[in-house]
Structure formats: structure tokens, C-alpha cells
């Protein structure tokens, strides 16, 4: 069946550090991916998406590229900051009718100063 | 300002008792879904919901029940049979032009006593 895989954590990194959060995919057809991000107590916020294969998703300093060659949909940050501390989760939706959301696990990032 | 409310925050069960979670949006979206999330285990779908009238069941629906009277309003019955309810609750909507994307509210955390 349609999964998806991510690195598993925590990821403790210090301010200024690259970061990068491995996210790989399997499904049928051509799904769409996603990154969520979810603060301590909070519900998940979309943070980028790309739709077909080769699109890049940005926002906030954080971008994903959808591969299809290699399966994959891997966040990168080139300069992370202590408020970047959350739950990053990788996603994908095949975009069947009546379909919802794969998620990964989940990656805590944690960032000190 | 649009978006999408959980209610409560915080709930807490008896044993053999139901509960029902609130979840509303003003959005205008069609689609609905209500997702469960245990540590280490990401989201998982329980039901969801494309149009008024209609849901269907999720990867872990037993034990849970929902309605879907008006388009804003999507609530979770969590029943005396689900035996293992401790778990941070997640709503989300899509919209109609959007299909592939979730938007998700702030959850509500439920727990037994």
C-alpha cells in the first residue's frame, strides 16, 4: 500500500546549522507531498507542497523537492532557528476521490541557541 | 477571520462513557476528516467526509462515530467501546478546489480518568 517514510529523530541541531529531514514515498500514480509542521500543543500547519514531480515547495526559509526518480520529498533549511523547534511530517495524498492523507511518523527537530 | 475550531482543548472521560468533539470551519470547504494522533505514531485517519451526509470510514473507525448535518460542522462521538481513547485528536477540511490539501484545527486532547 501507499506509505511514507521519514528519518526518525530527534534531530538536535544548533542555531545557524543546515538542516535537512529525509522523506521518501511509495504510491501508485502520481501523488502530491507535503510537509506539515506541528508546535508543542498545536494542530499541524501546511508548510509547502508540490503537486508533480520536479516542483519545488518553499516557505520560510524551508523548500522540498519532489523526486520522482529517486521516490523522494527530503526539507531543507540552509540556516535554522530556535523558533524552527517543532514536528515535521512528511505526506502525500494520491488524489484519488475519497482519499486522505498519508503521514510519515514524524521528526522532532530541536534547535538550542 | 476564517478557519477552523476544535472544542474543547481539553477533555476528559469516564469509563463507559461517550464523548463528542467539536470541530467547525468557515472555510467553505466540502471535504472533512478526523485524524488521531498517539506519540511516535503520526496521524492516523478515523472518518471523513466529502459532502453533507456522506461519510465514510478511516483506517481506525472502530469505536467512533460522526455526523455530518451542515457543511461547517463535522463532530466525533468517541464511544464506551473505544477502549483505548487517550489520544490528541486532529480536525482538518479540504477545499473543492484544492482537493490534494488539508487545513488542520488546533486539536483537542482527550484523556480517561
Known amino acids: 500500500g501507499d506509505s511514507v517514510t521519514q528519518m526518525e529523530g530527534p534531530v538536535t541541531l544548533s542555531e545557524e546549522a543546515f538542516l535537512t529531514i529525509n522523506c521518501t514515498y511509495t504510491?501508485?500514480?502520481?501523488?502530491?507531498l507535503f510537509w506539515y509542521v506541528q508546535y508543542p500543543g498545536e494542530g499541524l500547519q501546511l508548510l509547502l507542497k508540490?503537486?508533480?514531480?520536479?516542483d519545488k515547495g518553499s516557505n520560510k526559509g524551508f523548500e522540498a523537492t519532489y523526486r520522482k526518480e529517486t521516490t523522494s520529498f527530503h526539507l531543507e533549511k540552509g540556516s535554522v532557528q530556535v523558533s524552527d523547534s517543532a514536528v515535521y511530517f512528511c505526506?502525500?495524498?494520491?488524489?484519488?476521490?475519497?482519499?486522505?492523507?498519508?503521514f510519515g511518523k514524524g521528526t522532532t527537530l530541536s534547535v538550542s541557541s | 477571520d476564517g478557519g477552523i475550531t476544535q472544542s474543547p482543548k481539553y477533555l476528559f472521560r469516564k469509563e463507559g462513557q461517550n464523548v463528542t468533539l467539536s470541530c467547525e470551519q468557515n472555510?467553505?470547504?466540502?471535504?472533512m476528516y478526523w485524524y488521531r494522533q498517539d506519540p511516535g505514531q503520526g496521524l492516523r485517519l478515523i472518518y471523513y467526509?466529502?459532502?453533507?451526509?456522506?461519510?465514510q470510514k478511516g483506517d481506525i473507525a472502530e469505536g467512533y462515530s460522526v455526523s455530518r448535518e451542515k457543511k461547517e460542522s463535522f463532530p466525533l462521538t468517541v464511544t464506551s467501546a473505544q477502549k483505548n481513547p487517550t489520544a490528541f485528536y486532529l480536525c482538518?477540511?479540504?477545499?473543492?478546489?484544492?482537493?490534494?490539501?488539508?487545513?488542520f484545527g488546533p486539536g483537542t486532547r482527550l484523556l480517561v480518568l
Open positions: 504510491a501508485t500514480g502520481y501523488p502530491s
Open positions: 508540490a503537486t508533480k514531480a520536479d
Open positions: 472555510l467553505n470547504h466540502d471535504a
Open positions: 467526509s466529502q459532502i453533507v451526509n456522506d461519510f
Open positions: 482538518a477540511s479540504s477545499p473543492r478546489t484544492e482537493v490534494e490539501t488539508q487545513y
Open positions: 505526506a502525500l495524498n494520491t488524489n484519488q476521490a475519497g482519499t486522505a492523507l498519508i
